[in-house]
């Protein structure tokens, strides 16, 4: 949006919708941090915070939901401004599943912290690291109303998925080897799982941002990286 | 921006003893204003009051006449020597020995000439004519003795009204001594009595002040102004709709409305030269008749007419004329339909006040004869006539005391007559005002 | 004289569209108003679709008035007034010389801004088109006619007792409807409305957009607003007038959610200047 209302007060109305979406997206990128961090300490303290803080990340997500809710009413937007306050609507509900998943992690992360080191475990620090620069590029994009970042966002994770998928593989094959890793790497598994959900909500966000800029949803066919389902891991394939 | 930060006293800008101040200030102008009002309409009623006091104080014994009442013998001998009852006949007797013969019956002492002439003059020329009248109704009162109530002359009039003193010297007096004795005996037998003056109502101008009337005067405004409105409203209101509606906003239709604008002030002597110059003299139309006083007034209204009718033609609203179009009226269907109906009542008052001015008009009509002495009511707007202000101008011009009352009294009439126009304006409007 | 020619440039150039475009009820090409040395509306190209409601809106000023009131030949009755490039109805040129412009206004009805009944009564109002026009000459055929148009215009129950009362006597809003009676009394093909809810209260305007929902399945409808909640409400076709020229007509719902050009959503979005 180049130029401003002649309204002002419209303006401070969506600029406080993006601030809340901006602190929001902050607050769910450390609660990210902080659960890889729980995860790789073996922290069931950290993971503890995480689970408590998550109730911020609703309190905010209910604040941007009236604040829609309010600018809907009092203003009735159009074009390029409903497309912000619907897309403001979605990102909120897409960081929300974020932190969701966020404490779902915590949460395994004092599971974890319970039963022996795992080696694949390296790998979560990865992922991790990956989710959280895709969630702050996103942040980013939308705060700059950046196209091109978002478009990037979209086409990393790919990338994420892809590592998913073959620390699958590596579990699966983990497990195969000693029965007794089956719990902790079932843990790891799911916690894998999260991270990579978290991204997909990213690419949702991303795909957002392109709606509220371009007006028209991104129709190309996102790139699937998340081979897993189709996974098998034998016996012999294991030894090839 | 918003900024609240206004200095938070407790008092603010519009209370306190200096706001206060300022507020009487402004009533104290408000209550003045309104004293000048006041005091200019105080004045301008005291002025009417005055002139309708002047006028009705001068002119309210005018529809009052001193008669006598005399025992008339209708003697055949005088009347109708030739016993044919020929009314024409009744016409060339001397009907003024038979009103000389009832007075001298009542003063049989009077002797000799000069005293009988004198007793003579109490009574009016008009007291024949009465008497005439009488007699030409009912054949049947020849022969018979009747009392009659007679007109008295001007003089006697204007003594017993009061009007004229009698206790100046005799040699001033145009009533003498012995008219003045004659008159207080017939006083003391009653037979002295002012009497509703129907003449002044039914006739038209006279020589003597007590037969005059102002008839021929209201025949006369009422036929020339006939004649102004049926020329002057539809060629006003035709030429207001084509210069309104239909003609082109150029240099011509401008040039055009200006001169309509300077003909509205155009002195009305001079719409009284060019009746002479161009319907009497070039067309030889007759001198004096209302149809042409009708037609230079006509010519005189107009410009105020036109000016009328435009402003109320522009004053409708231009949405009606919108509607007419936008469901495919044409042009002249807007116009007839909506625009004239909705503009009539200003066209209407425009024209009467036209009409108003027109009536009280005298100097045109100078110039175009209408100023005769006509005795005759007016049978037609070819015939000659005057009007009620050239009626007026010459009553007051005339030096005789009996015309003072009857002036005033002329006055009279032509307000009742501009009244019952205006009231007829009011009535118009209100019959065609319409809301929107 | 330039304007024309670049007219002709710009139509040539950008149109290549053959003229009649099917449903297109008033196709305008190149379309120029100028009021005197003024020019309102430059070079205005669009095709209005039958039975539908086209919204015209912008600032104003931006010509588009002006343009609805070529559509009717409104714009006749000012002098100044300039019309060039080409504009049909059902494909016949309106501005052609053979074309009777009380003809034209029967087929294309105006609504105003102001409800302006006649001060008659609410019969005389609708009846007058119909007199005028020769489509009735009995009683009974006016009086149907009165019941069909004031039913159209939803105003049947309101008034049937008292069709001899004045029409200005009505409320704003029965006053409007009363006028879109009148209007479609004389059974035209398009109406045109210079924003007919103006004046009107919330719940008289939400009667009369109500009428204008019902009455496009038997019209066209060309309404000129202000109000861009309404061109939203009431529009299947909206277009953006912007300093005389037709920014960018298209579907409304395209329109008041991802405009294409910036001057349009600057306006609907209010932050036009």
Redesign the interface.
């Known amino acids: ?8 007060s ?1 303006d401070e109305e969506l600029k406080r919708l993006t601030n809340l979406l901006a602190r929001m997206g902050g607050l769910v990128e450390s609660q990210i941090a902080t659960a890889i961090q729980a995860v790789v300490q073996r922290d069931a303290e950290l993971a503890a915070t995480v689970v408590s803080v998550d109730v911020k990340v609703d309190d905010l997500e209910r604040e941007i939901d009236d604040q829609v809710l309010r600018v809907m009413a009092l203003r ?8 912000l306050v619907l897309g403001a609507l979605r990102i909120g509900a897409d960081l929300e599943r974020a932190a969701d998943y966020a404490k779902n992690v915590a949460k395994r992360a004092s599971v974890l912290a319970q039963v022996p080191p795992l080696r694949p475990v390296h790998s979560i620090p990865r992922m991790g690291a990956m989710v959280r620069e895709m969630l702050k590029d996103v942040l980013d994009a939308f705060a700059a109303q950046d196209l091109v970042k978002a478009v990037s966002v979209w086409n990393r994770d790919e990338e994420l998925d892809e590592m998913y998928s073959s620390l699958f593989r590596e579990l699966l094959t983990y497990m195969m080897e000693d029965p007794r890793n089956i719990s902790g790497s079932t843990h790891l598994l799911f916690i894998a799982k999260n991270i990579e959900r978290i991204g997909d909500h990213t690419t949702n966000i991303a795909e957002t941002i392109h709606f509220l800029v ?3 949803p991104l129709r190309e066919a996102r790139p699937k990286g998340d081979a897993s389902s189709f996974a098998v891991v034998t016996a012999d394939a294991k030894k090839a | 921006m918003t900024d609240m930060s206004v200095p938070a006293a407790p008092a603010s800008r519009h209370t306190g003893p200096e706001a206060r101040l300022r507020l009487e200030k402004r009533y104290a102008s408000e209550r003045r204003f309104e004293r000048y009002g006041m005091a200019a309409l105080s004045f301008a009623i005291a002025a009417l009051f005055l002139l309708l006091w002047t006028i009705l104080s001068n002119g309210a014994t005018a529809f009052f006449q001193t008669h006598i009442r005399l025992e008339v013998h209708f003697d055949p001998a005088t009347i109708d020597p030739d016993g044919k009852r020929d009314p024409a006949a009744f016409r060339q007797a001397n009907w003024a020995a038979v009103a000389r013969a009832a007075l001298q019956e009542k003063f049989p002492e009077v002797r000799g000439r000069l005293p009988l002439r004198q007793l003579d003059a109490l009574l009016s020329d008009g007291a024949q004519i009465e008497l005439l009248r009488m007699v030409s109704a009912d054949p049947g009162l020849l022969g018979q003795r009747r009392e009659v109530w007679l007109l008295t002359s001007s003089d006697v009039d204007m003594i017993q009204k009061g009007h004229s003193a009698r206790d100046v010297p005799e040699a001033s007096r145009r009533v003498n001594d012995a008219q003045l004795s004659w008159l207080d005996r017939l006083a003391a037998e009653g037979r002295l009595e002012k009497r509703f003056n129907t003449r002044f109502f039914t006739a038209a101008d006279s020589r003597q002040p007590e037969l005059v009337g102002v008839w021929g005067g209201v025949v006369g405004s009422f036929l020339t102004l006939g004649m102004t409105l049926l020329l002057a409203f539809p060629m006003g209101v035709a030429a207001a709709i084509y210069l309104e509606e239909y003609a082109p906003k150029n240099r011509f239709t401008d040039l055009i409305e200006v001169n309509i604008n300077n003909l509205a002030a155009v002195p009305s002597i001079v719409y009284g030269l060019l009746g002479l110059a161009v319907f009497l003299q070039f067309f030889g139309m007759p001198r004096s008749a209302p149809i042409v006083g009708g037609v230079v007034l006509a010519l005189m209204s107009l410009p105020i007419i036109i000016i009328a009718s435009r402003a109320a033609l522009r004053s409708v609203p231009p949405s009606i004329r919108e509607a007419a179009l936008g469901i495919g009226a044409s042009k002249m269907q807007a116009i007839f339909h909506h625009i004239l109906p909705l503009a009539m009542p200003g066209i209407m008052t425009g024209t009467i006040i036209a009409l108003a001015h027109a009536l009280g008009e005298t100097a045109p009509l100078l110039m175009i004869g209408m100023v005769a002495f006509v005795v005759d009511i007016p049978a037609g707007p070819l015939s000659p006539s005057t009007v009620l202000p050239v009626q007026i101008f010459m009553w007051a011009d005339n030096p005789e005391r009996g015309f003072v009352e009857k002036t005033s009294a002329a006055i009279m009439t032509l307000l009742v007559f501009l009244l019952l126009m205006n009231a007829a304006a009011i009535w118009l409007r209100k019959k065609f005002e319409r809301r929107w | 004289m330039d304007a024309t020619v670049t007219t002709q440039n710009v139509s040539g150039a950008t149109v290549p569209v053959p003229m009649p475009m099917p449903a297109s009820k008033v196709a305008a090409r190149g379309v120029n108003v100028h009021y005197g040395a003024k020019h309102a509306l430059k070079s205005v190209d669009i095709d209005i679709r039958e039975n539908q409601v086209t919204a015209f809106i912008g600032p104003s000023g931006c010509g588009k008035s002006t343009f609805l009131r070529c559509i009717n030949r409104m714009n006749d009755t000012i002098a100044s007034c300039r019309v060039t490039g080409d504009l049909r109805l059902d494909g016949q040129d309106i501005y052609d010389r053979s074309v009777d412009v009380v003809q034209l206004r029967a087929r294309v009805g105006m609504v105003f801004q102001k409800a302006n009944p006649f001060p008659k009564s609410i019969f005389e109002n609708v009846a007058y088109g119909p007199k005028i026009h020769g489509l009735a000459t009995k009683r009974s055929e006016f009086e149907e006619i009165v019941e069909k148009s004031l039913r159209g215009a939803g105003l049947w129950e309101e008034v049937k007792d008292r069709l001899d009362d004045p029409g200005t006597g009505l409320s704003g809003g029965q006053q409007q409807r009363l006028c879109i009676a009148r209007a479609i009394a004389v059974s035209p093909e398009v109406i045109l409305m210079d924003e007919p809810c103006s004046a009107l209260d919330p719940i008289a305007t939400a009667h009369v957009e109500e009428l204008i929902d019902g009455l496009k399945s038997d019209y066209t409808i060309v309404i000129v607003t202000h109000n861009m909640q309404q061109a939203a409400r009431v529009s299947q076709r909206t277009a953006f007038f912007h300093l005389g020229t037709l920014v960018e007509e298209d579907d409304t719902a395209k329109i008041f959610t991802n405009p294409r050009d910036e001057r349009t959503q600057g306006y609907i979005t209010g932050r036009y200047g």
């Open positions: 949006m180049a130029n401003e209302h002649i309204v002002k419209y009735q937007p159009v074009a390029g401004d409903l497309r371009k007006g028209v």
